[in-house]
Structure formats: structure tokens, C-alpha cells
T-cell receptor
Framework: QKEVEQNSGPLSVPEGAIASLNCTYS??????FFWYRQYSGKSPELIMF????GDKEDGRFTAQLNKASQYVSLLIRDSQPSDSATYLC??????????FGTGTSLTVIP | DTGVSQDPRHKITKRGQNVTFRCDPI?????LYWYRQTLGQGPEFLTY????????KSRLLSDRFSAERPKGSFSTLEIQRTEQGDSAMYLC?????????????FGSGTQLSVL
């Protein structure tokens, strides 16, 4: 079983819609949760992090964490074509280990 | 405030050659990580340093791979006797260790192609 699981997609949404990206993790001891955006041929860019159960909002992005269900999600409101990228979910315990999912490819259609 | 810097951006080499990559972390960061990423996969952990000490190495890191971080500043990753399976993006990331809220910041990566 992989530590972090993501649906690889591709996920397509029309411009202006809400994109919903999901991630599950296996280690119940995980403490920190991250979303990275990666454009084709580029390196991952940190866009959101969350540590506590519930929602965390930053602009058009909302990260949601449910530790009981071992589930993390990222919502992108008012999706723009520039949001088209691969979104990587990453999870860390306190032991300096960061585990990444394989990423979900998002395409926002103008 | 500069980010994580990696050099070169691209490297093409022939099988059997040695290659070396360099990473300069964000200046106040004490931890430096190396990851490898292939197409369609997430980054895979290779090794990390806290200051100059190499604290952990992945089982993915064969004897042909070696990493150093002299004086706890920049780091180098060397691959000896490259194989075609080594073709990947090699990513460096740095962080400031604060325990549970540590965050990784990546450099632009070095794309290695082994012919």
C-alpha cells in the first residue's frame, strides 16, 4: 500500500467551476499535509499546507483535512486555465519523511 | 530572498559516464533533501542532510549515488556509471527544521537524460 494515494485523473473542469482534488494517506501518525502545484517540465511549488482538522482557505484555494478518515482535499474555486497543472499531495510525519502522491492532472477548459 | 538553486538545468550524458549536480538551498535553511521524479510519478525521496550531516538515505540510492553537503551549505549529488534507468528529474528541496510544521521548498530541478 502506498503511503499517499491520489486519483491520477485527468480531471477536466470548465473555467469558473470548482475543481476538487482528493488524497488519502495510510500513516495515522502523519502530522502535516501539503499541496504542491507542478506545471509540465517544472518543479513542484508549495501552494497550501494544513495541520489541523477542518478547512483552511487562501484566496481561491481551500484545503480540507479529515484525520479520522485520513483524507485531504484541495478545492480550487473559480478555476482558471492557468490552474491547469498536476497537483501533488504530500504528507509528513514528525520524522522528516515527506511522502508524495503520484499527482492529479487538472485541465481547466476555457 | 533567493530560492533553491540547482545546476545544471539539463544534462545529457552517455551511459557509463559520471555526472554531478549542485544544489544551493535557501540560505537560512538547515535541511536539504534530494528527490528523484520520473514522468507520471511523484517525487521519490533519495537522501537528506541536516546541516552537513547526511541523516538518511533511501534504499533507492544505490552505491553508484553519493551526496555531500560540505560545511552545511550547498550540496552535490553524483551518479557514477550512469544507466538509462537513471534518466529522471533530480529535485533538491530545502527547509528550516521546526518540527511538525516543516515545509519543503523545491529548486527548479536537473533533468538528466542518459543515452
Amino acid at each position: 500500500q502506498k503511503e499517499v494515494e491520489q486519483n491520477s485523473g485527468p480531471l477536466s473542469v470548465p473555467e469558473g467551476a470548482i475543481a476538487s482534488l482528493n488524497c488519502t494517506y495510510s500513516d495515522r501518525g502523519s502530522q502535516s499535509f501539503f499541496w504542491y502545484r507542478q506545471y509540465s517540465g517544472k518543479s513542484p511549488e508549495l501552494i497550501m499546507f494544513i495541520y489541523s482538522n477542518g478547512d483552511k482557505e487562501d484566496g481561491r484555494f481551500t484545503a480540507q483535512l479529515n484525520k479520522a478518515s485520513q483524507y485531504v482535499s484541495l478545492l480550487i474555486r473559480d478555476s482558471q486555465p492557468s490552474d491547469s497543472a498536476t497537483y501533488l499531495c504530500a504528507v509528513s510525519n514528525t520524522g522528516n519523511q515527506f511522502y508524495f502522491g503520484t499527482g492529479t492532472s487538472l485541465t481547466v477548459i476555457p | 530572498d533567493t530560492g533553491v538553486s540547482q545546476d545544471p538545468r539539463h544534462k545529457i550524458t552517455k551511459r557509463g559516464q559520471n555526472v554531478t549536480f549542485r544544489c544551493d538551498p535557501i540560505s537560512e535553511h538547515n535541511r536539504l533533501y534530494w528527490y528523484r521524479q520520473t514522468l507520471g510519478q511523484g517525487p521519490e525521496f533519495l537522501t537528506y542532510f541536516q546541516n552537513e550531516a547526511q541523516l538518511e538515505k533511501s534504499r533507492l540510492l544505490s552505491d553508484r549515488f553519493s551526496a555531500e553537503r560540505p560545511k552545511g551549505s550547498f550540496s552535490t549529488l553524483e551518479i557514477q556509471r550512469t544507466e538509462q534507468g537513471d534518466s529522471a528529474m533530480y529535485l533538491c528541496a530545502s527547509s528550516f527544521s521546526t518540527g511538525w510544521n516543516e515545509k519543503l521548498f523545491f529548486g527548479s530541478g536537473t533533468q538528466l537524460s542518459v543515452l
